[in-house]
């Protein structure tokens, strides 16, 4: 083919990031000399050239429907200077070089019912996995707890009172995503898959199930004159791994499918090492639409943290002193059976330390 015949070719990743930065924030790339928290919800930085910029933080209902986008952008080309960013955690962030232009933005991002804050030591905006949207393991409405708990958490997003920084997390299945919070609120399904024999045969590749279970709990099997699959229940762990590539296993169960919560994850070391999220809540009801009982429980351990935390401790800093007898102790929360792993594969088959591995 003649060179001009070429067609250029299709670019489906990630467009460049640089073309919608802040004209500022690409003038100084790297060259950020230091930053400072002039209030909650707020970040100047100022470069080595001089320039100055703010950033507003905002929280938002964590899923956007096109109307609240269009508000939050026009509040970005009326008071800010047109530029925004996401972040992972959902917040938009509005940019200004103008000093004098911070205050009329946040008065017009809280006028719309918006929240300005999640910086330093704050609750950060809860991060959480949107999988009825996009994946197709989901046992419950991830977004949802998010939406609620953030509501009872507002003030401790919107204000610095906390020893140190606060990352929330939850997931919606069980194997996946939502790890490694300070706190974090976990699907946790308590029976083995129901199976619909019926359908296996049409919908499942079988050796590709068999193969998934992570303790080989599943076999083939020939029910009704149809080929399937079996569960040795005594082996099941309820992960609802095998749910995925056979939607006729099904795990979901609006009884037995219940929310866990783990503390003390800690992926930075910064200042301390990496550390696991430890189980301190099994079997808490999964009760939409506003979870009282999880947000319960993760409002008992907040206050215990703010209030018997040194400054700048991280939650599983704070654990580490006090240790876990004091732990359950201050936050009532009961230990049971539950709490212990005695599941003995786990040695030969489970990460025992934070190194990746290959
Ligand atoms: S937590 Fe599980 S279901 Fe939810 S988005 Fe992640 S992988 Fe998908
Ligand atoms: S739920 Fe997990 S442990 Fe149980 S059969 Fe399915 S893959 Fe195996």
Redesign the pocket.
Known sequence: MAMADMREPIESGCPDGFQYMHPAMRKNFGMWSYHEDPQPGVLKHVSKTGDTIYTVKVGTQRILDLFTLRKLTSIADEFADGYVRFTIRSNIEYYVTDEAKVQPLIAAIEKEGFIVGGTRNSVAMISH???WL??????TD?SGVVKSMMDELIDEFKQWNMPNRVHITT???Q????GQGDIAINIQHTKPPKISHDLVANVCERPTVVARCPVAAIRPAVVNGKPSLEVDEKKCICCGACFPPCPPMQINDPEHSKLAIWVGGNHSNARSKPSFQKLVAAGVPNNPPRWPEATGIVKRILKEYKEGAKDWERINDWIDRIGWPRFFEVTGLPFTKYHIDNWRGARNSLNASTHIRF
């Open positions: 996995t949107q999988g996009h994946c197709d393991i989901p046992g991830a997931s919606c299945c194997i996946n995503c939502g």
